[in-house]
């Protein structure tokens, strides 16, 4: 099992760009989160979802927009990029009901606006 | 979810435990106390957690007070590859609240 992948792992982008990142988990889990970390900072929710199909705002969900069409597929998107958008993101994955112990995470995305 | 208060940092010599302590005074009877952490900007890894018994598994062990208001990751012999920055999270055990982090304790295991 991969665990929980995301593309890509580094990008730059200029000012007012589009993208797309992607999280995909072989695990069947059912909740998704996308988190971002300024350095120094922790983790800070920007958005998640507990099932296909659903999503909710997180901590910092402002400038971001995200998807669930598929179970194992989470996209975070990032309409017209600003320079405060330039961290580091993870997705992670945990099962739902009683054996939600443990999430997993990605290795992260390093994004750039420039 | 209750607030938690770590260290900013701590030093600990190789081989020896490292007791990383976390207050959360105003914690729920509902909430559980989980440890993640984070080495060198990877993804967080997923430690231990407890609700009021104490645990241990092949990692570390988890101390939680009588009162719950406060508990110690115990780290039993430490290596250099534990430095790391160390979150405790407190959260009510339903798939419906994510892991909300704060600002950890980053522990560096010294040779």
């Known amino acids: 099992n991969a665990g929980v992948t995301q593309t890509p792992k580094f990008r730059v982008l200029k000012t007012g760009q589009s993208m797309t990142l992607l999280c995909a988990q072989d695990?069947?889990?059912?909740?998704m989160y996308w988190y971002r970390q300024d350095p120094g900072m922790g983790l800070r929710l920007i958005h998640y979802s507990v099932g296909e199909g659903t999503t909710a705002k997180g901590e910092v969900p402002d400038g971001y927009n995200v998807s669930r069409l598929k179970k194992q597929n989470f996209l975070l998107g990032l309409e017209s990029a600003a320079p405060s958008q330039t961290s580091v993101y993870f997705c992670a994955s945990t099962n739902g009901g009683h054996s939600n112990t443990e999430a997993f995470f990605g290795q992260g995305t390093r994004l750039t606006v420039v | 979810d209750a607030k938690t208060t770590q260290p900013p940092s701590m030093d600990c010599a190789e081989g020896r435990a490292a007791n990383l302590p976390c207050n959360h005074s105003?914690?729920?009877?509902?909430?559980?106390v989980y440890w993640y952490r984070q080495i060198h900007s990877q993804g967080p890894q997923y430690i231990i957690h407890?609700?009021?018994n104490n645990e241990t598994n092949e990692m570390a062990s988890l101390i939680i007070t009588e009162d719950r208001k406060s508990s110690t990751l115990i780290l039993p012999h430490a290596t250099l590859r534990d430095t790391a920055v160390y979150y405790c999270i407190v959260r009510a055990y339903s798939g419906n609240t994510p892991l909300v982090f704060g600002k950890g304790t980053r522990l560096s295991v010294i040779a």
């Open positions: 105003t914690i729920s009877g509902n909430e559980y």
């Open positions: 407890g609700l009021k």
């Open positions: 695990m069947n889990h059912e909740y």
